[in-house]
């Protein structure tokens, strides 16, 4: 290996997966805390009601299973792994993935020319949005090329890319398995990098503050300043 | 019982001159800011009509409110699934033009314009992109039935009228129109809360007026498509809803809320009440016909021991339970049976509270219209005026007895001081109408100061809040001292 490409990995394998996390949980917290304002869908249906459906389901829906699925070899390699030594199921699962993918890739450029075409939502449309609407259409493209010439990628992403990135998180990086994969997975995995670094400053904020506490409440909501003890709910 | 207090409100409909005074004064404080200025979160609307937004009424438009499955009661189309599954598109979430797309004018042009044959002229332009508009409609279009063939024939109330009367109501010998005003009716139990998924949406223990976080609201919109009064404003530029906060900080010193203070007509009254909290679910979940009289046995007597010893168990200040005795709100809706809730039948148990129109009187004979010759005094409240049932689908849930009752105790009170002032009524026939309305002579004196020569003490009796103690339950005033003088505010703002 050239001396060139172990700085090359190590910057990008090992010092901006590091950089990446300490801004999303610097930033994203320090936001929480000093502007916790700021935390919101910044929903934009109410200014474009029609082509916010055909955008923004598909995306969500897309980016969701495709997540869900990328999580899941994250963090239950071993099961993702003997899911796929079916064929049938890999079968299931390869196209599956792409599907979703597409459907991602559709809404997200949806969205895109809804941004650029309607006037009303381009007054709301602020660089950082665009910057990540660019970060994630890079992410998706990459993301169904990869899909498409490095198929399979249901089983050897538990086996390459999991255990390199539970090397991070164990703060013991170890590139090895990484440093040989094909260029276009590199930059899969370096986009999304850049994501993370970039997520907190951005709308996908969002995302953190999903409703949670509300599946669980009674419907009613009363807030009190005291409340005497004797008193009820 | 779990005694518990409403800020709670009434408009008297009969006095209502539509200036829109109200409105402005809301504007001016609260609704001037980027991305509110389509909001009016007090709004006047002529009836018949379709008022704002368009068609608010009609629920098999907007799917909001509560309504009864099986016996169950349930938030129409903002359940907790429906909420989660609609979070990326809320298909019941209107749209700004259902609303309308707020202009200026370019006044500028008026001054700079260069030299030339023609006047300048200011042209319209979009509040929200600053272009060149058209405009197509406003917050008040079809003010006094402007436009009524695309309007106010639209007006879904008149389902409830069959196409003789609907004709008759259009005739233009007829033709008749009121004006409603409509603010947040701060529900006892509000839609909108129920359907916040961020909990952001909350009733303040103390006064129950209904507020957004800002802070904690996410901008899910749940609460837009809920609330079926469309009193919950989506703010396009932060990204969070926005309500009417029945101006509390005015409140809190003892002043009445703007819209009320400006009120030209004096038609509004504000006071609090008692309430029992643990009835709310079973008012709420009763069949159509019994809401109205349901949601009255939820108000308590403020005179009566148990509920007195109820509200002291619950830390209910004595001087709150006076207010509420004084309350114009309890005398309207308790006592009096007058004031009725604009559309009991979305099941929110609103607690603003209307006195229905007597006027207009409509002139349909060709002598004078208001000779009752009859041996029913009553008459014309059935013939000269709005079809009964078009004011029950408002404010009846589609039964006219409450309204016919609200409207022939006005009659009797109106004759009853005719008799006495004027001398053209002789009284034992204002003394029947009393008995046939279901009201005595010191009943209808009542009426009549409450009515007509009411103080401004008579009309809003805001109780002490004790805000500042209620403070110092959160926050230690000395934490403050020797470190707060001159601070920073951070405004509101779109993303980071
Ligand atoms: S200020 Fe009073 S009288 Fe005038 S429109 Fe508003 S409610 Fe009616």
């Known amino acids: 290996m050239s001396n060139l490409s172990t700085y090359f990995n190590a910057l990008f394998f090992i010092a901006l997966p590091y950089a990446a996390l300490v801004l999303f949980f610097l930033i994203g917290i320090r936001r929480y805390l000093r502007r916790g304002f700021t935390y919101s869908s910044l929903s934009s249906q109410f200014l474009e009601n029609k082509q916010h459906f055909w955008a923004l389901m598909p995306f969500h829906y897309g980016i969701i299973t495709v997540l869900t699925v990328h999580i899941a070899a994250f963090l239950i390699p071993r099961q993702v792994e003997w899911w796929g030594r079916v064929p049938a199921r890999l079968w299931f699962m390869e196209i599956g993935m792409l599907a979703a993918g597409l459907l991602t890739l559709a809404g997200l450029v949806a969205a895109m020319v809804r941004r650029k075409v309607n006037r009303k939502i381009a007054v709301v449309t602020s660089a950082a949005d665009w910057i990540i609407l660019v970060l994630l259409l890079l992410q998706i493209v990459s993301g169904l090329g990869v899909a498409i010439l490095h198929p399979w990628g249901s089983s050897w992403f538990s086996i390459a890319v999991t255990p390199y990135l539970w090397s991070i998180v164990k703060l013991d990086p170890n590139i090895a398995l990484v440093a040989v994969m094909p260029a276009l997975v590199k930059y899969h995995i370096i986009n999304a990098f850049l994501i993370i670094a970039f997520f907190p400053f951005t709308r996908l904020v969002h995302i953190l503050v999903m409703p949670n506490p509300y599946l669980w409440r009674r419907p009613q909501v009363v807030r009190w300043y005291r409340r005497p003890q004797a008193a009820r709910g | 019982m779990d005694v518990r207090v409403q800020m709670s409100m009434v408009f008297h409909l009969d006095k209502c001159i539509g200036c829109h005074t109200c409105s402005l004064a809301c504007k001016n404080i609260w609704t001037d800011r980027k991305g509110t200025e ?5 709004n006047v609307e002529t009836k018949p009509g379709t008022g704002y937004p368009t068609g608010w009424e009609d629920q098999e438009k907007y799917h909001g409110g509560w309504e009864l499955k099986d016996g169950k009661l349930g938030l129409r189309s903002t359940s907790k699934t429906q909420t989660v599954f609609n979070i990326f598109h809320n298909p019941n979430q209107p749209s700004m033009d259902d609303y309308y797309e707020p202009w200026t004018y370019d006044y500028q042009n008026l001054f700079n314009a260069p030299e030339g044959s023609d006047q300048p002229t200011a042209v319209p332009l979009s509040m929200v992109t600053g272009d060149l508009i058209q405009i197509k409609a406003g917050p008040n279009w079809d003010d006094d039935m402007g436009g009524s063939p695309v309007y106010a024939e639209s007006d879904p109330n008149l389902a409830a009228l069959n196409p003789d009367q609907k004709a008759q109501m259009f005739a233009i010998e007829r ?3 009121f004006y409603l005003p409509r603010i947040c009716n701060h529900c006892l139990n509000p839609s909108c809360v129920a359907s916040c998924p961020s909990g952001a949406l909350h009733k303040r223990g103390e006064d129950g007026i209904v507020l957004v976080d800002q802070k904690r609201c996410r901008g899910w919109r749940a609460c837009i498509a809920a609330c079926p009064y469309k009193k919950m404003y989506y703010n396009w530029q932060t990204g969070k809803s926005e309500k009417c906060v029945l101006c509390y900080p005015r409140l809190e010193t003892g002043q009445a809320p703007a819209c009320f203070h400006s009120c030209v007509g004096r038609i509004r009254y504000l006071g609090v009440i008692l309430y029992d909290a643990d009835r709310i679910h079973e008012v709420a979940s009763l069949p159509e016909d019994q809401l109205i009289e349901g949601q009255r046995s939820l108000i308590l007597d403020p005179r009566d021991p148990v509920v007195i010893a109820g509200a002291r168990q619950n830390g209910i200040h004595d001087a709150v339970v006076e207010a509420a005795c004084k309350s114009p709100t309890y005398r309207f809706v308790k006592d009096w049976k007058m004031a009725l809730p604009l559309h009991a039948e979305f099941r929110t148990l609103p607690m603003l509270f209307y006195v229905p129109p007597m006027a207009p009187v409509m002139a349909h004979k060709s002598e004078t219209a208001l000779e009752n010759n009859s041996e029913d005094l009553f008459a014309d409240i059935e013939e000269a005026r709005a079809p009964i049932e078009y004011l ?3 404010f009846g849930t589609k039964h006219t007895g409450k309204v016919r009752y609200a409207l022939r105790k006005q009659k009797a009170v109106r004759w009853y001081r005719r008799a006495i002032t004027v001398g053209d009524v002789d009284m034992p026939t204002a003394e029947r109408m009393l008995r046939e309305a279901d009201c005595t002579p010191a009943e209808a004196e009542a009426i009549y100061r409450l009515t007509s020569l ?25 934490e403050h001292k020797q470190g707060v003088g001159f601070g920073f505010m951070d405004g509101p703002r779109r993303g980071l």
């Open chain 2, 454 to 478: 009411c103080s401004f003490e008579e009309r809003f009796v805001i109780p002490p809040m004790h805000r500042e103690q209620a403070i110092e339950m959160l926050e230690d005033p000395l």
């Open chain 2, 392 to 394: 029950a689908s408002m």
């Open chain 2, 175 to 177: 033709l008749m129109f």
């Open chain 2, 38 to 42: 389509y909001m009016w979160w007090n």
